[in-house]
């Protein structure tokens, strides 16, 4: 065994899931609040900073509010932890994490980066380099809707058990969808490790921007047009395995009081929270990584900041971090943009748009992607 | 003020009817019926003052004018009068308008009560009246069911053309012990006259000065002082004579009229309990023209001051070397219980009262068979009959006690006192009744005594002496049925709540035999009435619905009400409508 | 009669979806810019931006008791405004003046007056009942407490903050 690797792999786990996805998900839902606010012509939170009145000065330092989700944090660990009664209690208590984990395990083998020098040797930025990326993607985080499911049943009680009917309907319903549509960009790239479909899109062009390297075929640029349809494809299924409005159903307040984690309170509840916000980051560095390029800096083949100028260059690594971070925010706030514009379907709209529409444009684009890939040279 | 059916003796003979016009409208009605009262009875509401059915009608308030008209005659030389569509003789209406309260109706006339004539009329009545009326209404105790107030709102102009300054008259002035004068308010109908003269007999007031300037006021050197005074508070149809014990305690239509009787003699006054949040804040006379027509004695009517004062029990208390100390019902009442059970039957007495309800005289008689006592008595209380509603019997149910427990008031009293003092008996439950007072017994025979369970609304020096102190309810705070003097049935209602832990007498008598007996099943006033109903032939078929608010006839007495009996000779004489 | 509201027919285009979406998108997007660049801030931020110079004349706030020129109680205890108030905040035990007073002549005063501030709703309806212009709303807005015992205003508390209010109708004047 390679001591470095262990070690490397291990610093690599606790610095993505402490040091980048979950604070991401506090600011996220700071973000949240913020762009909702904002887009509504509000101000929203901005009063919690570092108390000062409390150590006696005269005014507490507001920071903005970027303190915020600390509190947040803070209230939900100090609340009440109420477990109903009525609950069956192994599988209410087990649900929360079932969703959390499942939504985090992904970040394993997205590379969030191309790779880092450290002590001499070049370690790549990805957790667990597979060659099944979004397999393994798509097989662990489907596991997400038994979160929902066992939370919904468990909890004994009507509205979480429809919310939780309805997890279970959509994410099976979308899942379809979202597999068939990356069917033609797996054609494309003929590699499922997702390391490398990022290293070839650094090299040859974005999928959706072949703009240098071998991109500038016309076999890429007709592949256009499968792919704009994928990417639409991929990106609204992917809004609705998330549960994001406006397919929030499960959730949907007017409906269903809060759907499935009605029953939950403090911790319990925080954690169906997180698994949400941290599925939706996932989900945005996914269609990242898929159709954007990933952590690849546009042209960077051609200023020197290409994969393999990161060799060596410690900077260009850490450059590369930043730009797939810089482009999965821009994501997350396109997640946000829509739910505080669009209205949330109908139940039946849904099914209608996953089965009718989703399921045979995916199909025919797979279709359709052979096609040119067959008679496009 | 309807006059409210009587069940009557024998059928009354046929009464000739004649036909009148009101508003266009052919009806019948008895002959010499005042106008007014033949327009009551076809529903139409005329606005007056100064006529009340129960006193004469002098006709001086002008707000009652209707438009009335004469049946047309056969001109010179005409056979035939002109007909209406009814084949009634056409109507040759007057054009000047006629007080409805003193004119009798007669064939064939007509009256018009909304016609523009008699909208002018009362339009300019009122505003006679207002001209030197002060805008009092917000500290006048009248405000909600003022006359005034109300034809105002309905007849009146909304404003006032009179620019010169009031006439100012004597304002707050004591004019008897429980009566205050606010001369400004009065609108010189004289009801107050005429009742003090014409029903209590004490003179005492009339009207000085003219004009404007007419004020009415006490006679020199009198004062209206009679016990029927606080009357007159209730047929001013203004806030000029007010009550001095009810003034600014509560605004009228704040409180909860609660229909009841007066508990306070053998007359059995049908009362109404005007009460706000449980406190009682006046007690007015309810028209019954079998007992009390429509007056009530001031010392009745001001006798529940008592109801919210601090001398209530409110908690079951036990004696415990010498202390008393406060307990639970459940305690409280398993001592008596055992108390009980300890002695012989012949030991035992029981002090009844006679201001306890049918039900509860009925569950003490229970009480007693199940314990087997024969020592059992009320107390008899009597006082100076007046001759108006006062009764002699101070007891208001004196009739029920004689019916129920089959006594005669007074008679075991005697016996009951001599056998403690020779320490035959040993236990005596005293129920409602205070033994150190009317009933006579002495301290020291109480001291005698092993156990006395004493139950009673007051705290008072008996109480000291018992055993076991049960609070009970009083009159304004249970339901049940008494039995006045002329032997009539009349039903109590609870205005408020019984105080603290206070129950009614007839839960704690119910609970008491159940605690000695076992016995039970009853849950509500209505099945204690039911079973007296089914145990005391008197009361066969009834229940408390049937009696209704004015109660029945129950019993046959010969005894007459004084004031029922000059009302009727003056209705005969036709001076008042009755 | 049942009435079929017809439905818009829509273009191929608009049966996508994507325009109003697009539509909807930029609308929030462009009320987002505006407001970053600064432009779209309406909220106050409380406490430390108020609004009490700009409130209007009418503003109903806390309701308080006045008193007249010469301190007297404008209020008679009528009880008309205990039994206006729709949530039934107010609470008078009314009492008769004493002869020593000096406005014995106006007989009545009000010996409690209770004002429920958890339960006022600041309709103003006491305000407008009054027959002797005794209770009014004030611009108080900020009533708070920390127990349910400090939110009811008594008599004295109501006449601190409603203080005195002259030239109004003075209907105890010796000429009317
Ligand atoms: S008598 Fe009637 S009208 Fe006159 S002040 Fe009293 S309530 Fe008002
Ligand atoms: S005091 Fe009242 S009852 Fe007597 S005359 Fe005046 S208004 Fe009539
Ligand atoms: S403002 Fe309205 S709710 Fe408040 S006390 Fe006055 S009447 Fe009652
Ligand atoms: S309405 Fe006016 S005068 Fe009457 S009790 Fe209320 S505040 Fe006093
Ligand atoms: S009621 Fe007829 S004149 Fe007064």
């Known amino acids: ?377 | 003020m309807s006059t409210a059916t009587q069940p009557s003796g024998p059928a009354a003979p046929p009464v000739d009817l004649v036909n009148v016009q009101v508003n266009g409208q052919w009806l019948k009605f008895p002959k010499g019926t005042r106008m007014i009262e033949a327009l009551r009875q076809a529903s139409v509401e005329v606005p007056h003052y100064c006529y009340h059915p129960k006193l004469s009608s002098p006709g001086n308030c002008r707000m009652c004018l209707v438009e009335t008209g004469m049946p047309a005659r056969p001109a010179p030389g005409q056979t035939e009068v002109e007909k209406d569509e009814h084949g009634f003789a056409k109507i040759m209406w007057s054009p000047r308008a006629a007080i409805a309260c003193a004119n009798t109706i007669s064939e064939g006339i007509g009256i018009r009560t909304e016609s523009t004539l008699v909208q002018e009329c009362r339009k300019g009545v009122m505003e006679f009246l207002l001209i030197n009326h002060p805008l009092d209404c917000p500290i006048c105790d009248q405000a909600g069911e003022c006359g005034l107030q109300e034809f105002s709102v309905e007849h009146g102009r909304g404003t006032s053309r009179f620019e010169e300054n009031k006439v100012k008259k004597p304002k707050h002035k004591q004019i008897g012990p429980r009566i205050t004068l606010d001369d400004e308010r009065c609108i010189m109908c004289s009801r107050c006259i005429r009742f003090t003269s014409e029903i209590a007999d004490d003179p005492v007031l009339g009207f000085t000065e003219r004009g404007s300037y007419t004020v009415l006021t006490t006679h020199p050197d009198k004062e209206l002082a009679n016990n029927y005074s606080l009357n007159t508070v209730d047929i001013c149809p203004v806030g000029a004579l007010t009550s001095s014990d009810f003034r600014f305690s509560m605004r009228v239509w704040f409180l909860k009229d609660t229909k009841t009787v007066c508990t306070g003699c053998a007359r059995g006054c049908n009362m109404e309990i005007g009460s706000r949040s449980n406190v009682i804040h006046r007690q007015t006379p309810r028209e019954n023209n079998a007992v009390n027509s429509a007056w009530m004695c001031d010392q009745g009517r001001l006798d529940f001051h008592f109801v919210n004062s601090e001398a209530r029990l409110t908690q079951p208390t036990l004696r415990e070397n010498g202390i008393h100390r406060a307990a639970t019902w459940q305690d409280a009442l398993a001592k008596a219980a055992t108390a009980l059970q300890a002695a012989q039957p012949s030991q035992i007495a029981i002090i009844a009262s006679g201001r306890m309800t049918n039900e509860e005289l009925f569950l003490t008689k229970r009480l007693a068979d199940n314990l087997g006592v024969t020592h059992l008595d009320i107390v008899p209380r009597t006082g100076e009959a007046d001759n108006y509603l006062v009764h002699a019997d101070k007891n208001p149910n004196t009739a029920g006690a004689r019916l129920i427990l089959g006594i005669d008031p007074g008679s075991q009293l005697q016996t009951i006192k001599d056998k403690i003092e020779r320490g035959e008996i040993t236990t005596v439950i005293a129920l409602q009744e205070n033994l150190l007072k009317k009933a006579g017994f002495s301290e020291t025979q109480l001291g005698k005594l092993q156990t006395l369970i004493h139950a009673h609304v007051l705290a008072n020096s008996s109480a000291a002496a018992a055993s076991v102190v049960f609070p009970l309810a009083t009159y304004a705070e249970k339901r049940g049925t008494m039995i006045n003097a002329t032997g009539r049935l009349q039903r109590l209602n609870n205005a408020v709540e019984p105080v603290g832990e206070a129950r009614s007498g007839w839960e704690f008598l119910r609970d008491l035999t159940l605690a000695v007996t076992g016995q039970n099943g009853l849950y509500s006033i209505e099945d204690v009435f039911k079973t007296l109903a089914a145990a005391v032939p008197a009361f066969t078929g009834l229940n408390l619905g049937k009696i209704g608010d004015l109660g029945l006839p129950l019993l046959e007495t010969t005894e007459t009400i004084p004031v029922l009996e000059r009302e009727k000779d003056r209705k005969a004489k036709g001076i008042i409508v009755g | 009669m049942a009435y079929t509201v017809p439905r818009p027919k829509l273009s191929l285009l608009e049966r996508t979806y994507f325009p109003t979406l697009i539509g909807g998108l930029k609308i929030t997007l462009g009320h987002f810019i505006r407001f970053v660049q600064g432009k779209g801030k309406v909220t106050m931020s409380y406490p430390e931006e108020k609004w009490d110079a700009s409130l209007p004349e009418h503003y109903r706030g806390a309701p308080t008791l006045v008193t007249d020129e010469h301190e007297r109680e404008r209020c008679v205890a009528c009880q008309l405004c205990e039994f206006i108030c729709p949530p039934r905040a107010i609470t008078i035990v009314p009492e008769q003046i004493p002869a020593a007073d000096k406005f014995a002549k106006v007989e009545k005063r009000p010996k409690a007056f209770e004002i429920d501030m958890i339960r006022c709703i600041y309709c103003g309806m006491c305000e407008e009942v009054c027959p002797e212009q005794a209770i009014f709303l004030r611009k108080d807005y900020a009533i708070t407490g920390t127990t349910r015992a400090e939110m009811v205003h008594d008599k004295t508390r109501l006449y601190e903050l409603g203080g005195i209010r002259e030239g109004l109708v003075n209907k105890w004047n010796p000429l009317k």
């Open chain 1, 1 to 377: 065994m390679d001591w470095f690797l262990i070690i490397s792999s291990g610093a690599k786990i606790a610095i993505i899931t402490f040091g980048i996805i979950l604070p991401m998900v506090a600011l996220c839902s700071l973000a949240e609040r913020k762009v909702s606010a904002f887009i509504q012509d509000r101000i929203g939170p901005n009063r919690v900073g570092i108390p000062m009145t409390l150590f006696g000065a005269k005014k507490d330092i507001a920071l903005l509010g970027l303190v915020q989700p600390l509190a947040d944090g803070l209230k939900f660990l100090l609340k009440e932890d109420f477990t109903p009664k009525h609950v069956r209690k192994f599988y209410f208590w087990l649900a929360p994490a079932l969703v959390l984990v499942p939504a985090l395990l992904t970040v394993g083998v997205i590379p969030f980066g191309s790779s880092i020098q450290v002590l001499g040797k070049q370690i790549p930025l990805v957790i667990a380099d597979l060659s099944i990326g979004p397999l393994f993607v798509f097989a662990i985080s489907s596991l997400g809707v038994y979160g929902i499911v066992l939370a919904g049943w468990a909890s004994n009680s009507k509205y979480p058990f429809l919310g939780g009917v309805r997890s279970s309907s959509q994410m099976i319903s979308y899942e379809i969808a979202l597999g068939l549509s990356v069917i033609p960009v797996l054609m494309i790239f003929g590699d499922m490790n997702l390391g490398s479909i990022v290293r070839f899109q650094d090299a040859n062009g974005w999928l959706l921007f072949p703009a240098w390297g071998s991109g500038w075929t016309l076999q890429r640029w007709i592949l256009l047009i499968p792919l704009v349809i994928s990417f639409v494809i991929f990106t609204v299924s992917i809004f609705a395995e998330t549960n994001r409005a406006p397919f929030d159903l499960p959730e949907c307040e007017t409906e269903l009081v809060a759907g499935y984690h009605t029953e939950y309170s403090s911790m319990k509840f925080a954690l169906f929270f997180l698994g949400e916000y941290a599925a939706m980051i996932v989900g945005s560095a996914l269609i990242v990584t898929l159709f954007l390029g990933g952590w690849s800096i546009p042209f960077g083949h051609y200023l020197g900041l290409g994969a393999a100028d990161a060799i060596g260059n410690w900077w260009v690594g850490l450059l590369h971090v930043g730009c797939f971070l810089t482009k999965v925010a821009a994501f997350i706030f396109f997640f946000m943009w829509v739910r505080w514009t669009v209205p949330r379907f109908r139940f039946d709209q849904l099914m209608r748009l996953g089965w009718i529409f989703f399921f045979e444009i995916a199909l025919a684009n797979v279709f359709l992607t052979a096609l040119i890939l067959m008679l496009v040279k």
